[in-house]
């Protein structure tokens, strides 16, 4: 580099300058080579410093190359995952839930006494499993699917134990749609819950029964209300009940043709009251092509008057209901305390048409280590009700019947609970039973455990 400088000086330098011998000449050309030189180390400098960033340049593009290669290789595992989530998205829209419930049961019932060696009390042990999904299909449509235990009866889906271990029969319990059209509206269809109202703990109508047909029901402000078609029977060409009582039907025209079927509606509201709140409604139901006939499973009037024709004879009277209840809730202390009361008139008949209930509930066995205490008194004359409806543990299912019903339950954690409940009640209030006479005492007790899921 410096021969390279030197010959660069030389050949700027002016002709004859190496002619030059005074010392300021000397001088000059020395301080144009130390120019030169530090001209030519500067160069070097910045060579080595681009040579160290075109280093790091290439590290940092082979670097760069490899996130290319990863980010391609991750976007192409998102794209794969998202692909897995979208094909499996309704995992997301789908709720199970379910319960088990053990039993153990004592029942007291002279009418059980039917001949010698006939016992008139009964302990068994049973038990009711069900589960159930909700599918939220859209945003305004949800599907509701359950299964339980207790084969096909519409009142009952406890199984008793027993029968040598056998198995258990399974149902559907639950299979509806449920739209939401508006924001107060919803159109409801298939073996749905009860899409009415009902207060505290009144037993006009029993808990396991899951209605089927359609119903719309609305919640607007403080106003509610619902209307309702539910299907009791189909009986395309049936034939009329014969000597043998096989089937279940009676009918002047020799065949039995007319489906059997209720529709109703309800109305009610639920007023503020400072922090407590007053719900209070009416509602009417009409049993369709019931009279004498035999809607009844497992053909049994369940207390029911029946014409003429004995137990084979079809129900006396039509069933039109008008209802009207009030529930009062409110708070005694810290703990929630429920008053209610429901009535309910048959119209048809004129007598033994009547049915009223009235109870107190205090406490909520919910949380963990939470209680209720609570009772009722109920009157159900003969036909006030269809009793294909009625509760079946009051009065042994069965109409024609009043009397109390206590309960107590604790929950010693969330979602399971022991609960204790006795039925201290009357039958044959007003007819008389052929054996009995009137007013046979009727007792029952019930010990549950339960949980939730």
């Not at 009415?196 to 899951?210: A, E, H, K, M, T």
């Not at 006939?293 to 009037?301: A, G, L, T």
């Not at 009043?402 to 044959?428: C, D, H, I, M």
């Amino acid at each position: 580099m410096l021969i390279a400088a030197a010959v660069t000086a030389a050949l700027y330098l002016p002709a004859g300058a190496f002619a030059a011998n005074s010392p300021d000449d000397l001088a000059q050309i020395r301080e144009q080579l130390r120019g030169l030189v530090q001209r030519v180390d500067k160069l070097e400098q910045e060579n080595s410093a681009l040579k160290v960033e075109n280093e790091q340049l290439k590290s940092e593009g082979d670097y760069l190359k490899a996130e290319t290669k990863g980010l391609r290789k991750d976007t192409a595992a998102l794209q794969s995952d998202t692909a897995k989530v979208q094909g499996t998205d309704w995992a997301s829209r789908i709720v199970a839930k379910g319960d088990l419930r053990y039993r153990h049961e004592q029942i007291s019932d002279p009418t059980r006494r039917t001949g010698p060696g006939f016992d008139e009390d009964q302990t068994r042990q049973r038990v009711r499993a069900r589960l159930g999904f909700d599918a939220k299909v859209t945003d305004n449509i949800m599907v509701g699917l359950q299964v339980a235990t207790g084969g096909d009866d519409p009142r009952s889906s406890n199984q008793t134990l027993g029968g040598v271990s056998s198995r258990k029969s399974i149902g559907f319990d639950l299979a509806y749609f449920d739209w939401k059209f508006n924001d107060w509206g919803h159109l409801v269809g298939g073996k749905m819950k009860y899409p009415f109202v009902r207060p505290g703990q009144s037993l006009f109508y029993d808990g396991d029964i899951n209605p089927e047909g359609l119903a719309v029901t609305f919640n607007h402000g403080m106003f509610f209300g619902s209307a309702y078609g539910f299907w009791i029977d189909e009986r395309n060409n049936v034939a009329p009940a014969s000597a043998t009582g096989a089937t279940s039907c009676i009918a002047t025209s020799g065949r039995c043709s007319d489906d059997v079927y209720v529709f109703g509606g309800q109305f009610g509201a639920r007023v503020p009251l400072g922090g407590s709140t007053l719900v209070a409604g009416i509602g009417y139901s009409d049993l369709q092509n019931g009279q004498g006939q035999r809607p009844f499973y497992n053909n049994d009037p369940n207390g029911n008057s029946l014409t003429a024709g004995g137990t084979l004879g079809g129900l006396r009277y039509d069933f039109n209901v008008i209802e009207g209840f009030v529930e009062y809730n409110t708070q005694l202390g810290a703990l929630p305390l429920q008053l209610w009361a429901n009535y309910a008139q048959n119209q048809d008949p004129d007598d033994l048409n009547q049915a009223w209930t009235a109870g107190v509930l205090f406490g909520k066995a919910s949380n963990a280590r939470t209680w209720e205490l609570g009772f009722a008194y109920e009157v159900l004359e003969k036909d006030a009700i269809f009793g294909q409806f009625v509760d079946s543990d009051f009065n042994n299912g069965v109409t024609d019947g009043q009397g109390w019903l206590f309960r107590a339950a604790y929950a010693p954690q969330k979602n399971w609970s022991v609960n204790t409940t006795y039925f201290l009640n009357e039958r044959n209030l007003d007819v008389a039973n052929a054996t009995f006479g009137k007013k046979t005492d009727y007792d029952r007790l019930q010990v549950d455990f339960n949980v939730k899921f």
